[in-house]
């Protein structure tokens, strides 16, 4: 028996098995809640900036701002995309959800659209720096495009929007609060992203400088980080054959994606009065996925109970050092 399970240990610690596959199935102790947590009519009367709201994680996060009361506007490149999303997000919420085309990347642009949103709704309450480019790519690949690419609309792009905003708020003694998306390796950096890495580390950095200094103008200024959820844009650039999905979910330890509705709920409240207090904050939103890649034993999770009743005999056996 316990040479059986040695040798299971030895197979394990050689990679025959599962690194990741954890000896206990998940049970679906973490189902997703997907409908809005605030109370309704917590946003009425306020205006919503959402870059890159017409898809994806942008567009969770303009249904439940919509449901809850907001006035929205959504932001980016692809206009159609914008007006498709915005017509049917209205029609679901009865709350107007105006499409304004902004490349986030031209500070004139940036202007322009701001002209054009302070016409339409007045100068937003909230504001979500959500608009993102990133693909998966070996760093030695990458051309100074490439690079500068990401850079421009992650980073420069966030800059130009969070500033421009400012600036007109201040002017207008106007308070607000500032909210970006960034991702777990914002903190750790990570292989084969590098210059999103390098890009959502600016933007934490920018949003904790001004989290500092324009506290005293009324604006809040905080980060998330979510982990892995599903959408369109992210998937097909970081996991376009499918191939690593289930490495990522193995390894997180509530077992499961995250779901944009998820994501959303947290937006609201971080944007809403609720968390006045609240500047400053990164907060990590992602099943538990950064601890558990980054803990030095946790792959000791699959070591079955056998596995450690002779693991534990030998280290007991063990006398000095
Ligand atoms: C290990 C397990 C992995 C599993 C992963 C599973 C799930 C994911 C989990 C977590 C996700 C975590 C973080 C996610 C962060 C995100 O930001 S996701 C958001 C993704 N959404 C988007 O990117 C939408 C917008 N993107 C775009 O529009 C384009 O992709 C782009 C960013 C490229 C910008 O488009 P455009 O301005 O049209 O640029 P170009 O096409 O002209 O390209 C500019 C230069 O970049 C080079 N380039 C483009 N793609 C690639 C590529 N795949 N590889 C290398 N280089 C690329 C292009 O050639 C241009 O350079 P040159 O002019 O040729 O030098
Ligand atoms: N999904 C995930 O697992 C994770 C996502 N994130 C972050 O969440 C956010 C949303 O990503 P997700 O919804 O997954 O992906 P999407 O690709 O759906 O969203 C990205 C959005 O950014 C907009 N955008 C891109 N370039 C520009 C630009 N130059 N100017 C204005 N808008 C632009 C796009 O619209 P258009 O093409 O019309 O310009 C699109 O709506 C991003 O900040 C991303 O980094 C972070 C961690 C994990």
Not at 6 to 33: E, I, K, N, R
């Amino acid at each position: 028996m316990t040479d059986h399970v040695c040798l299971q240990l030895q197979s394990w610690l050689h990679g025959s098995a599962g690194l990741w596959s954890s000896s206990l199935p998940q049970t679906g102790f973490f189902p997703p809640l997907e409908n809005a947590m605030l109370l309704s009519g917590t946003f009425n009367n306020r205006v919503a900036l959402i870059t890159g709201g017409g898809t994806g994680l942008g567009r969770a996060m303009t249904v439940t701002l919509s449901q809850l009361g907001a006035q929205c506007i959504i932001a980016s490149r692809k206009l159609e995309v914008l007006q498709q999303t915005a017509e049917e997000i209205s029609s679901q919420t009865g709350n107007k959800v105006h499409a304004v085309q902004c490349d986030v990347r031209d500070p004139q642009a940036v202007s322009q659209c701001i002209d054009q949103m302070e016409a339409l709704t007045g100068l937003p309450d909230v504001i979500i720096n959500n608009a993102a480019g990133n693909f998966v790519c070996p760093s030695e690949r990458l051309s100074p495009n490439a690079w500068q690419t990401v850079i421009d609309i992650v980073l420069n792009g966030t800059a130009f929007v969070t500033l421009e905003l400012g600036k007109r708020l201040i002017q207008k003694q106007k308070g607000a609060s500032f909210l970006a998306i960034t991702t777990i390796y914002a903190e750790s950096g990570s292989g084969f992203v590098a210059p999103s890495a390098s890009a959502k580390a600016g933007v934490e950095a920018l949003y904790k400088s001004l989290a500092a200094e324009w506290g005293r103008y009324g604006h809040r200024f905080n980060i998330i980080q979510p982990g892995p959820i599903r959408t369109k844009g992210a998937f097909s650039r970081m996991d376009p054959t499918g191939a690593f999905e289930k490495v990522k979910i193995d390894r997180i330890p509530t077992g499961r994606l995250g779901k944009p509705a998820e994501l959303a709920n947290l937006v609201a409240y971080m944007s809403s009065d609720y968390a006045s207090w609240m500047s400053g904050a990164v907060i990590r939103f992602d099943g538990g996925e950064y601890v558990s890649i980054a803990g030095e034993f946790n792959e000791l999770r699959s070591v079955t109970p056998d596995q450690w009743k002779v693991m534990e005999a030998m280290i007991r056996k063990t006398k000095g050092s």
